[in-house]
């Protein structure tokens, strides 16, 4: 029996094991670099959300605006229309989503909140 190209098939089962690896590797990065875009985009839109509440139109509106700029979808706005001086604090919950190599689509949520003080 010989063991002609059996280099070759460990070569080509080796190669294979570490595209694998890499794969997962950067699909992981891919997550916390997604994880970390989707906590700014939530910090953004409930900063101006938290504004709007006193200053603007639509609290909702700005929330959704931000969070759009940067790549996210909101999903919850806790920010009701305050015209008072009184202090207030808004919470949104903004998501995104990150394509994987071998693995499904995956959810990212985030949730920040803003505190605004129109006397401040």
């Given amino acids: 029996m010989s063991e002609g190209g059996s280099a070759s098939l ?49 609290p909702t509106g700005e929330a959704h605006r931000l969070a759009g700029l940067n790549g996210a979808s909101m999903l919850s706005c806790r920010c009701p229309p305050d015209r008072s001086l009184r202090p207030r604090s808004v919470t949104v919950v903004v998501e995104m989503r990150v394509e994987r190599w071998l693995l499904p689509v995956r959810r990212v949520l985030a949730e920040a909140s803003a505190e605004y003080d129109p006397l401040a």
């Fill in 10 to 58: 460990l070569a080509v089962s080796l190669t294979a094991v570490l595209a694998l690896v890499f794969g997962v590797g950067l699909d992981a990065l891919r997550v916390i670099d997604i994880h970390t875009q989707a906590r700014t985009a939530a910090d953004a839109a409930a900063l101006a959300a938290a504004v709007a509440t006193h200053h603007g139109p639509s």
